[in-house]
């Protein structure tokens, strides 16, 4: 995927965060008018990650509501993965009607597709955006006695150090969370 894409999927969803994306784009005529009243079955909410991750108890929540609102069950269902691969591929070969809506994270939508390119899915082609359900800040933060008071002081020393200043991050390697994914963390950290 071009990196021009990346940017438009960063533009729709403004920063870090889970987002519900209907397989609606490889048929863009299917339309809700079709059916007298949306939904009239139960509804697949796709997490293509693990069960009781952020994103599967976000979907859990949002089910609830969707079900009470809408009178229809709309019924959690993990295919967790390859980082997420697995339930994206999943979500993009499901029938483009509405009625499997993928809730997913930022990093399989912007980040797995581009370090990828048999991710099998194409976020701009297969998926519609719909909404953004959350936003997650993500931080940085050091031990008051590291002689860095921010980021280009802490790259500069990263560089000064090579090897000598360790990380921790609670995301796996493939989110964009990790800091071997940015440029900031040079070689030889850990």
């Known amino acids: ?19 519900l994306a209907g397989c609606l ?14 939904p009239d079955r139960p509804v697949r909410l796709l997490v293509p990650l693990a069960a009781a991750s952020a994103v599967d108890v976000v979907a859990r929540l949002v089910s609830e509501k969707m079900s009470d609102s809408l009178g229809q069950r709309f019924d959690v269902e993990n295919q967790p993965g390859a980082a997420g691969l697995l ?9 483009p009607d509405g009625y499997t809506v993928v809730v997913a994270n930022d990093s399989v939508i912007t980040m797995l597709p581009n370090m990828k ?5 194409d976020p ?5 955006p719909v909404t953004q359900l959350v936003g997650i800040p993500l931080g940085l933060i050091a031990h008051p006695t590291l002689p860095a008071a921010n ?12 090897g000598g200043i360790n990380y921790a ?22």
């Open 151 to 162: 980021v280009n002081e802490l790259i500069t020393l990263a560089r000064q150090k090579p």
């Open 124 to 128: 701009l082609k297969d998926f519609l």
């Open 169 to 190: 991050s609670g995301a796996s390697v493939a989110r964009s969370t990790s800091p071997r994914s940015c440029s900031c963390a040079p070689p030889g950290s850990r």
């Open 117 to 121: 390119a048999d991710a099998g899915y």
């Open 25 to 38: 784009a490889s048929s863009a005529t299917t339309s809700f008018a079709q059916a007298p009243t949306y």
């Open 1 to 19: 995927m071009a990196a021009r894409s990346l940017w438009t999927l960063l533009a729709w969803f403004g920063r870090p965060g889970l987002v």
């Open 87 to 95: 339930g994206m591929r999943a979500g993009a070969r499901a029938h």
